[in-house]
């Protein structure tokens, strides 16, 4: 069984500070973990993923996460925050024992604020 | 490309009623898939089509009945709507497995009065 967990429903940061969004796994397998942002009234967009290759992974729009077996985490960062950077963003697991799209779960999200 | 298109939009049902929702991609996906998001709730999946003329159920797969038409389209019924229905509903579609990444439409808003 897999599940993940977003460790905060909010976060708000200032324009230009750093970006922080925890996420928190569990799996039996090797997971593929993703990073999805949904800006409002939009569908899904990939930001990042890893697939067991460099546990530091970079993605868009200068998003990173680092994959810590040891901490079961795969947490978001992004030096600077942008106004637009203000959206939802789901971490997801992967479990690839579980075969077909059953193998995916999704956080609840973290919704983030910009304060200009 | 369009990507992965959905329609109505929007849509405001009656309990009792039935409608589908439509989606189709031009990617040239094998896999599609049907999801409903309620708030806190994340993303949960309804019904999948790992290839052409395979459908199988996800978590939520209850009230709901879906048609993998062909490649590129894969559409989702409520036969008899109810207020738990609400929700807004997307659809994606990935090359093959769930590992790949997904492709999200814009979304249907369901209101079941």
């Known amino acids: 069984a897999q599940s993940v967990t977003q460790l905060d429903s909010h976060v708000s940061v200032s324009e230009g500070t750093p970006v922080l969004l925890r996420c928190n796994y569990s799996?039996?397998?090797?997971?593929?973990l993703f990073w999805y942002v949904q800006h409002p009234n939009k569908g899904l967009q990939l930001l990042l993923k890893?697939?067991?290759?460099?546990?530091l992974v970079k993605g868009i729009n200068g998003f990173e996460a680092e994959f810590k077996k040891s901490e079961t985490s795969f947490h978001l960062t992004k030096p600077s925050a942008h106004m637009s950077d203000a959206a939802e963003y789901f971490c997801?697991?992967?479990?690839?024992?579980?075969?077909?799209?059953?193998?995916?779960?999704f956080g609840k999200g973290t919704h983030l604020i910009i304060q200009p | 490309n369009a990507g992965v298109t959905q329609t109505p939009k929007f849509q405001v049902l009656k309990t009792g009623q039935s409608m589908t929702l439509q989606c189709a991609q031009d990617?040239?996906?094998?896999?599609m898939y049907w999801y409903r998001q309620d708030p806190g709730m994340g993303l949960r999946l309804i019904y999948y089509?790992?290839?052409?003329?395979?459908?199988d159920k996800g978590e939520v797969p209850n009230g709901y009945n879906v048609s993998r038409l062909n490649k590129r389209e894969f559409s989702l019924r409520l036969e008899s709507a109810a207020p738990s229905q609400t929700s807004v509903y997307f659809c994606?579609?990935?090359?093959?497995?769930?590992?790949?990444?997904?492709?999200f439409g814009p979304g249907t808003r369901l209101l079941v009065l």
């Open positions: 994606a579609s990935s090359t093959d497995t769930v590992i790949e990444t997904q492709y």
């Open positions: 799996s039996s397998y090797s997971p593929s």
């Open positions: 890893y697939t067991s290759a460099a546990t």
């Open positions: 997801v697991v992967s479990d690839r024992s579980g075969g077909g799209a059953d193998g995916l779960t």
């Open positions: 990617m040239n996906h094998n896999s």
């Open positions: 089509s790992a290839s052409e003329g395979t459908t």
